[in-house]
């Protein structure tokens, strides 16, 4: 087959490189002379100030050759750096060039570089490159060689502010023109990122500032205790898992009334099972059609979300991000760009699911167990993914891009703020020093946990009391005016979705991510949930009527919603102002609606559509895809070569993106999540240390009287509240413990 082949191949090779050398631009005199004009912008020529530092002369030295040879390893230098690209107005500042040709340069200088150097003086002459200006050591040195090194350099005005080229912060903010343009130089391995920057520098004469960063100078290759830890403790997860497998198998517990008939430490170890994990989470809800509707809003939000970042990464990792800020400012695609309210929707079903779970355990409630269930719910999971994240991720991906992402994204914000993700308040830290920045909402909803019970109790202890109301009203009032106070102080937009720069940045860090901006649908969830409770405590359904003028009011709300920036942008901050404090609480009534007709009116497409058989896992592992999602779709976005954005590359993305999470999703589910919240559980219900009767005959006696039984203790009845509690996933599917 190759002796086939093999001939044609190579004429194939020969014809392109035949056919290359006819294309304007592509002819030996005319790369050369692109080269001499733009080399002092690629290559460290400047030696004024570097005639001292002899690695620095022999960098200096290796450019100057690289410039003056027409062999062909300094074509391949040259063609690998990054020139003018195509489609500048439609965003295209970036030019990355080819890191992989870069890396694979490699050429030998017997002799003394002066040797070398000596032919092309007059040449090196004309572009201010003088022998004498070097280092004597340097040119005297003998038998030197040198690599290609790929670096990224960023062109930036006086005035702009940045931590260098190639983080994801510092590419949005090149669209927003704090970077005039990216590009990237095959440089000699024997320059630094130093060298260049400041060679670079003394070339500028318009005032214009120079990042560079290099390949292999962001992190350090070798393994970190951090690094070693995190993977010592998934190993010790992952033989946990196996463990719990094969002492499941082979010695089994028996079953009795109280549970597992076995030691404390066989009850922890069965928590870690694969086996019982992965039953329980690809298992199907028993839960009534309409009551999963709120499993059905939670994977349709998630979905939501993820395709929203697909899109919103799209303004990186793209070649035309200027036509996407084009379809940003379009109504047509307000359900993707404007998807600010699924977040909403999270913590509507989150408030709803509170209140009406508090009302089931009103005789069992303590402030310890309703904090301390949650924060053990949510942070193993969360701490886990961030250790993760920071550590080894980096390894995931590669190249300089990619690097530095992670460094700004990742590493150095999580080794700074990850104990503000613990204590959930990195919502109050500025947006670019967050640690895994999107995991803001979750902070959110835990602040507003931490005051549900304020708002709840006095509506449950009290039901008579004129004014059991007022902190609900109260807290409402303050999360509908603060959103306006703010956007009218601080002159912002009405969402972030309209690009600018440092406009979005206030919004964002001011009204987005702040709690006291986000409470209006929490607060009309809890009173979602209280408003069940009455209509089914006095058996009170909807009419026919009401159904039709919710629903019209519900659609309404709906497209206004939505497409409303698209309309107000431009109008004034008392506009913006007006939807800022109006949109959420409208989504949130529009979203109460929508739950209650499913649970006391006439069930519709959101019931159908939640009732499906593969809603009910995905569910159960919503956590999860957030809190991997965001990671993944990172990695894809920081690759060094672009791609051309338009829908049907965004829609394939956005199914790979949902794949990928689910998958990976399961996996921290079934390693960190599902355990822990199980050893939870068994802490909570005092099964831990409750040994069950050893009497067969006494175990047949107990189970007959349980049989016999109607009404449970209220201990065993609290025990199953706090087990229901602790569950993953946990939602109204457990109403009836």
């Known amino acids: 087959m190759l002796r086939l082949f093999g001939p044609v191949l190579l004429l194939t090779i020969l014809g392109m490189q035949e056919s290359l050398a006819v294309i304007p631009g592509h002819r030996e005199d005319v790369v050369n002379t692109l080269r001499w004009l733009m080399g002092k912008h690629y290559y460290p020529t400047t030696a004024s100030r570097l005639s001292d530092d002899l690695s620095a002369s022999v960098c200096v030295s290796h ?69 004498d200006s070097l280092h004597p050591g340097a040119l005297q040195k003998r038998g030197t060689s040198m690599k290609g090194k790929y670096c990224l350099v960023s062109v930036r005005g006086s005035n702009a502010k940045g931590l260098g080229a190639g983080g994801s912060s510092q590419l949005l903010a090149s669209l927003a023109g704090k970077y005039a343009h990216t590009y990237a130089t095959c440089i000699p391995s024997t320059c630094t990122s130093k060298v260049l920057q400041e060679s670079l520098q003394m070339a500028q004469d318009d005032g214009s500032l120079i990042s560079v960063l290099c390949d292999g100078e962001v992190q350090d290759d070798k393994v970190t205790n951090s690094e070693w830890s995190f993977l010592s403790v998934t190993v010790v997860l992952l033989g946990l898992a196996v463990a719990a497998a094969i002492v499941e198998s082979q010695y089994p517990c028996a079953r009795t009334q109280n549970g597992c008939d076995c030691s404390a430490g066989r009850k922890l170890l069965h928590c870690f099972s694969f086996d019982q994990n992965s039953k329980k989470l690809f298992s199907f809800s028993t839960t009534p059609a309409s009551f999963q509707t709120l499993d059905g809003l939670r994977v349709v939000c998630m979905i939501w979300v993820i395709a929203t970042h697909r899109y919103m990464f799209f303004l990186i990792s793209s070649a035309n991000p200027n036509d996407i800020l084009k379809h940003m400012t379009n109504w047509k695609y307000s359900w993707v760009f404007n998807a600010y309210p699924s977040v909403d929707t999270f913590l509507f079903v989150s408030a709803f699911l509170v209140s009406v779970i508090l009302k089931q355990r009103m005789k069992q409630f303590t402030f310890a167990g309703f904090y301390l269930q949650r924060y053990l719910r949510l942070v193993p999971a969360m701490v886990y993914m961030i250790w993760g994240c920071s550590t080894v991720l980096r390894y995931l991906g590669s190249g300089i891009v990619w690097s530095r992402t992670h460094y700004d994204m990742f590493s150095r914000p999580c080794t700074q703020t990850a104990h503000h993700n613990i204590l959930f308040v990195n919502n109050l830290n500025d947006s670019n020093d967050m640690c895994m920045g999107h ?119 709906g497209v206004a919603v939505m497409v409303g920036p698209s309309f107000l942008m431009g109008h004034g901050k008392y506009w913006a102002a007006l939807y800022s404090s109006l949109s959420r609480p409208a989504w949130g009534l529009m979203m109460s609606f929508i739950v209650i007709n499913s649970c006391k009116g006439k069930p519709g497409f959101w019931v159908w559509l939640s009732s499906r058989t593969w809603v009910t896992p995905l569910c159960r592992v919503s956590y999860c895809m957030f809190l991997v999602s965001l990671p993944l779709q990172t990695m894809a976005a920081a690759r060094t070569q672009k791609q051309h954005y338009d829908h049907l590359s965004g829609l394939y993305l956005v199914i790979g993106d949902l794949v990928l999470s689910y998958f990976a999703a399961v996996i921290l589910h079934l390693l960190v999540e599902s355990p822990f919240s199980r050893v939870v559980g068994l802490m909570l219900s005092g099964k831990l240390s409750r040994k069950s009767k050893a009497s067969s005959v006494s175990v047949e006696k107990n189970v007959t009287q349980a049989d016999q039984s109607v009404v449970p203790s209220s201990t065993s009845r609290q025990q199953l509240v706090l087990e229901a509690l602790a569950e993953p996933g946990f939602s109204l599917r457990n109403r009836n413990i």
């Open 63 to 131: 450019s100057a050759l690289t410039l003056a040879s027409t062999q062909q390893w300094s074509y391949a230098m040259w063609d690998a750096s990054g020139k003018i690209p195509d489609g500048a107005a439609a965003g295209a500042t970036e030019a990355r060039g080819h890191p992989e040709t870069c890396e694979g340069v490699g050429v030998n200088f017997p002799g003394t570089l002066e040797s070398h150097l000596f032919p092309h003086r007059h040449f090196l002459s004309a572009h201010n490159i003088s022998l």
């Open 439 to 557: 995991l803001w909402s979750i902070a959110v909803e835990w602040q507003l946990y931490l005051v549900t019970p304020l708002i709840l109790l006095p509506l449950y202890w009290y039901p008579t009391h004129r004014f059991r109301w007022a902190p609900l009203l109260a807290f409402f009032a303050i999360s509908v005016l603060t959103p306006a106070a703010v956007t009218v102080i601080g002159d912002l937009p009405p969402t972030a979705t309209f690009w600018d720069y440092e406009a979005s940045q206030r919004y964002y860090n001011t009204n987005y991510i702040t709690s006291w901006c986000r409470a209006a649908p929490y607060c009309i969830g809890l009173a979602a949930g209280y408003l069940y409770h009455w209509m089914d405590e006095n058996n009170i359904t909807l009419s026919k009527m009401s159904i039709r003028i919710g629903t019209a009011l519900s659609t309404l709300i």
